[in-house]
Structures are given as structure tokens and as C-alpha cells.
């Protein structure tokens, strides 16, 4: 589910008020970085992630992308001659509900990785401190 989530945070296009072109942060890194791949976790089923990409990962909905419906998974598994596990076609269901929504929720800029470590209120007040008092120097 986290593969799912960090490949849509860098996949989604960007609100065009807040960069240029609505570009992707995938498309920077592969500017920036030609050479090396995008940055995403380790995952133990690499096989559900080319089953979740080659089956969508999203489907067309009236208002934008939408997960992969259940008749959507079980229709690309038939076309294609694939016996899914109940535990695999649930884990690209969830799969695909993180992937559709981190997608639409990574438009905005300022949203932080889904692979960054948490920040508790500590943490902030500290960061928030030490950039005030670099600004101030």
C-alpha cells in the first residue's frame, strides 16, 4: 500500500497555481536526476504491484480518476488468464483505493511524501525555530 501511495504522490500533477506547468514530481526527479530511479520503499510482492499497474491503477470516473472496482480487477484477470488469490485481488482493491486517493490528494505542493517520517508538535516547534533563527542570522 505504501509503494501504492509514494508512486501516486509522484505521479500526480501539481496545482498549476502553485508550480508551473502542474508538472509531476516524477517528471523533476527524471529531469534533475536522468540517472537514477524514482524513490520508491522496498516492497515483498513486486508481483501485485505489475498486476495493480498493468490493470490500472485507476479507472476513468465521472469527476476524475477512481479506484479499480472489483468488476474492473475481475475483468483484467480473466482477459488476461490469471488466477487471483482472495488476498491478492483485496490487496489490489486497497491498493488501488491508496493510489487513487494519494494521487488527488498530492496535487497540493506542500503535502509531504508518504514515505517522509511523521513530525509530532515537537518536532515542528523545533524545525520552525531553528528557521527562524537561520533567517534572523
Known sequence: ILYARQLAWLHAPRDEKQVQGGRSRAADHGEKYPDEPLPLPDVDTPELVGFLLAAGPTMAGAMGEIPLSSQEITAWADGNDI???????????????????????????????????????????????????????
Open 83 to 137: 488466477q487471483l488469490t482472495p488476498w491478492e485481488f483485496s490487496s489490489i482493491l486497497e491498493a488501488s483505493a491508496a493510489y487513487a486517493s494519494e494521487k488527488y490528494a498530492a496535487k497540493d505542493v506542500a503535502r509531504p511524501s508518504p514515505t517522509a517520517p511523521e513530525l509530532d508538535d515537537e518536532k515542528r516547534k523545533a524545525i520552525a525555530r531553528n528557521v527562524r533563527s537561520m533567517l534572523r542570522d
